[in-house]
């Protein structure tokens, strides 16, 4: 069977997951430069962050893509959808908030330049990216076993809860405070994979949005008010990011990385934030591998996994603080027709981008909203396969596992608006024993929607996973799944924060809480999760009637009314 390496599916793939990249990088720029004082401009960006995120990107999509033409070659399919690949965005946004902001505030206190200063949290966002790379790598050559014992519907509840909140609720919002720009490219859009309409000379709709989108900033928007149009585009910002533009060549970094751990005070305090990190970004990988296999593209776990890890450790070997990860969105990425080259081609566009210094200068010619609509789309996606393939009597399976991940959504934008307030913060309401605070936010709960945010990944799974096993009448199973949730709060890997002002971090059993914060640890809801396993396991003694099905090694495709 013929198996080309580029098909016309792969330029809306290609467009989706550029953009979502893209996303990432202007995410980089403006959060460095606010919180560690990097301009887009300095050499740390250009010779050093970019440079490395191209060698992690470049490897891993290239790999991908020839692992995705490989296992078609193999089954002899045309139909295989490569694994994305892209910088990892809660790493992006924690590393910056809790390792380098912190590092480059304590470099400043000590008396150091904002040059200098900015230098060391560079560094120790290195040491932080590579940590996660180890626990990535280290994660692969035991994940399968994870992946074995979870239902299908826990790990693909919480990429649901990922979607509807961080992806397409962000997106939603975006195409409509900019209408102008961004509705005539979601018109393309629905129209192209919603009715599946076939345009003019094979255009693909992705392209077809993003050039709409970008027309209508340049064209349209200006001649209207701007009380109908918004914002217009400003050919100074394009002019001005191409004078930066050049050829810079990876350096490797390893020097100033061993240096810097060969003096263990200053990066030991990190790990809190390290581990926890590694860990989910391992778990979360291997939910897509999952949601990949229930879209028809079974993948190894191991190799896959192994890959991530490699590409992460190569961004910290060249200089970019932001691990990699196996993005969320496969079965929209297969739906868009992409198969493996549209991973080729987003490595090579972003590697030559970042080289050459003109990742600012592509933000400033083609406006976000121009894009969006296609990542909207994948959000649809992922929310849908999770009940599409998963039996339907798990549903409600599903369902339960949305709930701390759109928490987890509610307080990223309740977080915001008390950033912006400044006066009182989050910490002033809860108060000091956050047990006992009723402190809400137009009805939702603050101390309820910390404890839910902290550790999502793990508490969506748990839940999801322990609704599965009751739904099938497996109490032993739920029990067990219950007092890994119980072991899990009480080591503080979830539930448990500490907060300072409007700043939250995690908590661990054994860490001191900062001078100045309010602390919260979750003793409470272990003794929960505990009651949780010692009712299941009477469960199982008072009710002892076989379980309704078992969960296989494909992860529980049975439906209970096969069963009857």
């Not at 390496?5 to 980089?28: A, K, M, P, S």
């Not at 000091?432 to 929607?449: I, K, T």
Request: overall charge neutral.
């Amino acid at each position: 069977m013929r198996n080309p390496f580029f098909c016309r599916g792969d330029l809306d793939g290609f467009f989706g997951l550029f953009v979502d990249n893209l996303v990432q990088f202007l995410t980089v720029i403006f959060l460095l430069q606010q919180r560690c004082n990097i301009a887009p401009d300095s050499p740390l960006f250009l010779r050093y962050i970019f440079p490395g995120a191209a060698v992690s990107l470049l490897a891993g999509n290239l790999f991908y893509a020839w692992q995705a033409h490989r296992v078609a070659k193999r089954a002899g399919r045309s139909d295989v959808t490569a694994l994305p690949y892209g910088i990892n965005t809660p790493s992006l946004l924690v590393f910056i908030f809790f390792v380098m902001g912190p590092a480059y505030d304590v470099a400043i206190a000590g008396g150091a330049k904002q040059d200098a200063a900015a230098r060391h949290a560079w560094v120790l966002g290195l040491i932080a990216c590579l940590g996660s790379g180890v626990i990535e790598f280290a994660g692969a050559f035991i994940a399968e076993r994870i992946r074995r014992a979870t239902p299908r519907a826990a790990l693909l509840s919480t990429l649901a809860g990922i979607a509807v909140g961080f992806i397409s609720m962000t997106f939603a919002l975006q195409i409509f405070q900019r209408p102008l720009v961004a509705m005539p490219p979601l018109a393309v859009i629905l129209v192209t994979y919603f009715a599946r309409v076939k345009f003019p000379l094979a255009m693909p709709g992705g392209l077809l949005a993003v050039l709409i989108g970008t027309l209508s900033a340049w064209l349209l928007v200006p001649w209207l008010p701007r009380s109908i149009a918004g914002p217009p585009m400003e050919w100074s910002l394009v002019s001005s990011a191409w004078e930066a533009r050049g050829f810079y060549l990876p350096s490797p970094v390893v020097g100033e990385i061993w240096a810097t751990l060969s003096q263990p005070q200053q990066w030991i305090g990190a790990l809190s934030v390290i581990i926890p990190m590694g860990l989910f970004n391992v778990v979360g990988s291997l939910q897509n591998i999952e949601s990949a296999e229930a879209a028809g593209d079974r993948y190894d776990t191991r190799s896959s996994l192994a890959v991530n890890g490699v590409g992460t450790l190569l961004a910290a070997a060249f200089g970019s603080c932001f691990p990699t990860t196996i993005y969320i969105g496969h079965p929209g990425w297969k739906e868009l027709g992409a198969r493996s080259g549209y991973s080729t081609l987003n490595g090579l566009v972003i590697t030559l981008i970042c080289l050459t210094g003109t990742v600012s200068t592509i933000a400033a010619l083609v406006p976000l909203e121009a894009g969006v609509a296609i990542v909207l789309w994948i959000g649809v996606i992922i929310t849908a396969q999770a009940y599409q393939t998963t039996p339907a009597a798990h549903a409600p399976a599903v369902a339960v596992g949305l709930f701390p991940a759109i928490a987890a959504f509610g307080w990223t934008v309740t977080q915001g608006a008390f950033l912006i307030a400044g006066q009182p913060t989050v910490q002033n309401l809860i108060g000091d024993v956050p047990a006992m605070s009723h402190a809400a936010s137009n009805g939702f709960l603050l101390h309820g929607m910390l404890v839910l945010e902290r550790g999502y990944i793990f508490t969506c799974m748990i839940l999801a996973a322990v609704s599965v096993f009751l739904i099938e009448r497996r109490f032993v199973a739920a029990a067990c799944w219950s007092l890994v949730a119980a072991l899990l709060t009480a080591l503080g890997l979830m539930h448990a924060y500490q907060i300072t002002g409007n700043v939250p971090d995690f908590l661990y059993l054994f860490q001191t809480p900062a001078d100045g914060a309010t602390a919260f640890r979750p003793w409470g809801i272990a003794i929960g999760y505990l009651a949780f396993a010692a009712l299941f396991a009477i469960s199982h003694w008072w009710f002892a009637e076989p379980p309704v099905g078992n969960l296989s090694s494909e992860h529980a495709l049975f439906d209970l009314e096969q069963a009857e």
